[in-house]
């Protein structure tokens, strides 16, 4: 498996990411997890050429969410109000969360096989996992 080099420097062997603080204490966790989101929209931003990358997701389930939410708005089809969701190794949490945003917006989820997807019509956007429940 190969690292990409700005990975490696910037978050595998940053001497940053070392602190004499235990992790118990919450202004120190807290600390860590808002410079990893920095460093995160930094990465993006550096490697998409855009001038913002905003990275304010802390899980999974809520990113997937946010991506149907964001699918929709740039869809240009018209009256497609279904979102697909492949049941191959998709979290729990994130297909109860992407459910529950979708119920806010009057979306249908579809859950089905990935291989299924071109048999539903009026799909505006599909959640396929690379790494899945089980590995």
């Given at each position: 498996?190969?690292?990409?080099?700005?990975?490696?420097?910037?978050?595998?062997?940053?001497?940053?990411?070392?602190?004499?603080?235990?992790?118990?204490?919450?202004?120190?966790?807290?600390?860590?997890?808002?410079?990893?989101?920095?460093?995160?929209?930094?990465?993006?931003?550096?490697?998409?050429c855009l001038d913002l990358a905003p990275a304010?997701?802390?899980?999974?389930?809520?990113?997937?969410?946010?991506?149907?939410?964001?699918?929709?708005?740039?869809?240009?089809?018209?009256?497609?109000?279904?979102?697909?969701?492949?049941?191959?190794?998709?979290?729990?949490?994130?297909?109860?969360?992407?459910?529950?945003?979708?119920?806010?917006?009057?979306?249908?989820?579809?859950?089905?096989?990935?291989?299924?997807?071109?048999?539903?019509?009026?799909?505006?956007?599909?959640?396929?996992?690379?790494?899945?429940?089980?590995?």
């Amino acid at each position: 498996m190969l690292t990409p080099p700005v990975i490696q420097r910037n978050i595998l062997e940053n001497p940053v990411w070392y602190a004499s603080y235990t992790p118990y204490q919450p202004e120190v966790s807290q600390g860590r997890r808002l410079k990893a989101l920095l460093k995160f929209q930094t990465l993006t931003s550096d490697l998409t050429c855009l001038d913002l990358a905003p990275a304010s997701l802390l899980d999974e389930a809520t990113a997937a969410a946010e991506a149907m939410a964001l699918a929709k708005r740039a869809s240009k089809l018209k009256g497609a109000n279904r979102f697909f969701v492949a049941a191959d190794e998709v979290h729990p949490q994130m297909l109860d969360v992407v459910r529950t945003r979708a119920a806010t917006f009057g979306f249908e989820v579809i859950v089905d096989k990935a291989e299924k997807v071109r048999e539903w019509k009026g799909v505006f956007g599909v959640l396929l996992l690379q790494m899945g429940t089980t590995g």
